[in-house]
Nanobody, 124 residues
Framework: QVLLVESGGGLVQAGGSLRLSCAASGRTFSNYAMGWFRQAPGKEREFVAAINWSGGSTLYAVAAKGRFTISRDNAKNTVHLQMNSLKPEDTAVYYC?????????????????WGQGTQVTVSS
């Protein structure tokens, strides 16, 4: 069983920044790729960013590219999402996810464990 716990969400004004963190336990963290997804009210869960097992390969959604940075610390079993230049349309519940493989993927179906989510609200 894998446990993922997100933190760092909150309310921020447009143009501001937030750093989300996800602490993982339950399987060898450094063997698996990790991802961040988000879900706004009335919308499907969507891919934001992913990072491979070593941190050497990352992938971003178009909406996140240039503003968000995903990173991981395998010694601390954590993955982070630094979000800069936030926009009201970034408002959503953000989820950390772990997938049963070392390489990055963008589909929700490629991930087998999920955190409980953390709310990010960006005011205009």
């Amino acid at each position: 069983q894998v446990l993922l716990v997100e933190s760092g969400g909150g309310l921020v004004q447009a143009g501001g920044s937030l750093r989300l963190s996800c602490a993982a336990s339950g399987r060898t963290f450094s063997n698996y790729a990790m991802g961040w997804f988000r879900q706004a009210p009335g919308k499907e869960r969507e891919f934001v960013a992913a990072i491979n097992w070593s941190g050497g390969s990352t992938l971003y959604a178009v909406a996140a590219k240039g503003r968000f940075t995903i990173s991981r610390d395998n010694a601390k079993n954590t993955v982070h999402l630094q979000m800069n230049s936030l926009k009201p349309e970034d408002t959503a519940v953000y989820y950390c996810a772990s997938r049963p493989g070392p390489v990055v993927r963008t589909s929700v179906h490629e991930y087998d464990y999920w955190g409980q989510g953390t709310q990010v609200t960006v005011s205009s």
